[in-house]
């Protein structure tokens, strides 16, 4: 950008001589897209994290409380635990992606990314199918399947022997958390299988070739052509569930209700988010919107502050 | 001697891996499809067929489920809306995005890099942290409660990623093309419509498919901004029928088989292009 603009520019737009490249004209296939985008996206982002130090009634905000609200969030005797369960569990929720969802995808993309394996389309079509699926069907249909009375998985248990573990999945405040996570990473994984195949597929065929010739035990090969390809692409997967997870609402909704059932066991912070900020508390229903916009806020600033320290750990290897 | 018993036990080795490599994955082929298969199955059989024998195929298949879907829900209403707003708003977000994407490849000015900075940052922040604004937002408008304030929300929501898509895309088609249409005297539009749109065909399909994906299977902001029976999105509409049936799994398997079936048959039709949007839309960055 330093050096001599002047020539770049003339490179640029030769041959035509008049800058067309440079008209302002061109703002306007800009600004439809700008506009919506600054309207509904940006100035709402915005204003939301400014609301967060409002407090008033219902849909007006208009007293301005300082620190207020996120005094109440973090101290709060009424408030503050149920802000720290949910935070707490949203990194349980976070935590289980990590290891189910993202070590499934990395073996499945291991085992799909050989040339030689026959029926890998298929199988690469099998398991991204629940990631087309809405996650308010797949977290209907989990439920179904974990009813403790009628549902298949306790009622296969029963029949196989296993009657012992034909337990109330979701009705177990030790497991309900856990449950929901797993059939989470059941809808997600092919996103990480994917990203991984992609880039394992990108390794030209010669240096296999020249591992074989060295002789190189499978083992070798991993670690020595295939795992300098995946390191870089962990960071992008891990950025991805991070911020995939922290947002979560839908599964956790579908499964356990707006409040985490049982006792708030699987509350995490995109239920909690909907129950303060805008569905309101029952029985009342009268929404705490100040509080909602900083229970936005924190939820901003812990994304912000995860990916840029999931970002420092797999870049800085480079 | 030695290589030949190399050579042996290396091809064992790689057999039994394989071998290996089929149980992982047709296991979780298991896992995968037992569910929706109980899903589709036990849709077509009565409730305590479901729970006497939920894993068999329907011997008298019954169709009470789907009646009830259709008579008792509004079904086909919601349907309807969801139809209409993901139409909406998948034509729209390919429109404006691809008008802004041309412009931000071929503006050769700062501002324009920085406005594709700008659209990039989007792409790292979930919409839902704005809900608050929006909802205060949509109310002053008049907007809330009603199907049609979802589409400038929806709009915005995948404006960053068509950007980031087409941007990418319109910069690998060869400037010399444009420069010819300009000489052969076409204006800037007339290069859009009839140069840039035909050749931007593989990435409007990404575009098109991770915003039909996304749009369809959203349930938070219809969730969060309508109420009434009318203005109901389909997912919406689901969790409703969830509740309403309740212990009737007929009709609640016949309502989650419902609202699967148009995204997977089309996922089953064009795999190859779904897996690639929607890779592509959730890697963003």
């Known amino acids: 950008m330093t050096q001599t603009p002047g020539m770049a520019r003339s490179g640029r737009r030769s041959p035509w001589g008049v800058g067309i490249y440079r008209r302002p004209s061109w703002f306007l296939y800009i600004l439809p897209a700008l506009a919506v985008y600054v309207a509904f996206m940006a100035f709402p982002l915005l204003s939301s994290l400014k609301l967060s130090f409002y407090s008033g009634s219902g849909f007006t905000l208009d007293t301005f409380v300082g620190f207020d609200n996120y005094v109440r969030l973090f101290a709060d005797a009424d408030v503050a635990p149920r802000f720290w369960g949910a935070f707490g569990n949203t990194w349980v929720f976070f935590f289980v992606h990590m290891l189910v969802q993202n070590t499934l995808g990395l073996m499945f993309a291991l085992i799909l990314s050989d040339k030689r394996l026959r029926g890998a389309g298929f199988f690469r079509t099998v398991i991204f199918i629940p990631t087309t699926l809405a996650i308010v069907v797949t977290g209907f249909l989990w439920k179904l399947m974990l009813d403790p009375n009628f549902g298949p998985i306790n009622l296969l248990l029963d029949r196989v022997g296993l009657g012992a573990l034909a337990l109330p999945w979701l009705g177990l405040e030790e497991t309900t958390l856990p449950i929901i996570s797993l059939v989470s990473s059941w809808q997600w994984v092919g996103i990480p299988t994917m990203i991984f195949t992609a880039a394992l597929q990108s390794i030209p065929e010669d240096y296999f070739e020249a591992a074989q010739i060295d002789g190189a035990s499978g083992w070798q090969v991993t670690r020595l052509i295939k795992l300098p390809i995946i390191v870089p692409m962990m960071g992008v997967v891990g950025v991805l569930t991070f911020t995939g997870n922290f947002n979560a609402f839908d599964v956790v909704y579908s499964m356990a209700g707006a409040n985490g059932a049982p006792n708030y066991a699987a509350d995490i912070l995109g239920t909690y988010f909907y129950r303060t900020g805008i569905a309101g508390k029952h029985p009342v229903g009268i929404p705490d919107m100040g509080l909602g916009a900083a229970i936005a806020t924190v939820t901003f600033v812990t994304l912000l502050a995860g990916v840029m320290v999931i970002r420092r750990l797999t870049m800085g290897r480079k | ?285």
Not at chain 2, 57 to 69: A, E, H, I, S
Not at chain 2, 172 to 198: C, K, N, W
Not at chain 2, 259 to 279: H, K
């Open chain 2, 1 to 285: 001697m030695p290589r030949v018993n190399d050579g042996g036990s290396a091809r064992r080795r790689l057999r039994a891996s394989r071998m290996g490599s089929y149980l992982v994955l047709c296991a979780w082929a298991v896992v995968v499809l037992v569910p929706l298969y109980l899903m589709i199955v036990n849709s077509f059989k009565s409730t305590s067929d479901i729970f006497m024998s939920p894993f068999s195929f329907p011997k008298n298949p019954v169709f009470d489920g789907f009646r009830m879907v259709f008579e008792e829900g509004h079904f086909l209403l919601y349907l309807f809306n969801s139809v209409l707003i993901t139409v909406l708003a998948i034509v729209g977000v390919m429109l404006l995005a691809a008008l802004a994407s041309y412009a931000l490849v071929y503006w050769d000015v700062r501002l324009a890099r920085a406005v594709s900075l700008f659209f990039l940052l989007g792409l790292m922040i979930p919409m839902r942290i704005a809900s608050i604004n929006l909802i205060i937002m949509l109310k002053g408008m008049g907007l809330l409660d009603k199907l049609l304030g979802l589409l400038p929300i929806y709009l915005a929501m995948g404006m960053p990623m068509g950007v980031m898509i087409l941007t990418e895309y319109f910069r690998t088609i060869p400037r010399e093309l444009v420069q010819a249409a300009y000489i052969d005297g076409a204006g800037s539009f007339r290069i859009f419509r009839s140069v840039m749109l035909p050749l931007a065909r593989p990435a409007m399909a990404t575009v098109a498919i991770f915003n039909l994906v996304t749009i369809w299977n959203d349930l938070w902001f219809p969730l969060i901004l309508i109420r009434s029976e009318g203005q109901r999105t389909l997912m919406l509409g689901v969790t409703r029928l969830f509740g309403q049936f309740q212990t009737d799994w007929t009709s609640v398997l016949a309502t989650l088989t419902l609202a699967t079936a148009p995204i997977l048959a089309l996922y089953l039709l064009l795999s190859r292009q779904f897996i690639e949007g929607l890779t592509a839309g959730a890697i963003k960055e």
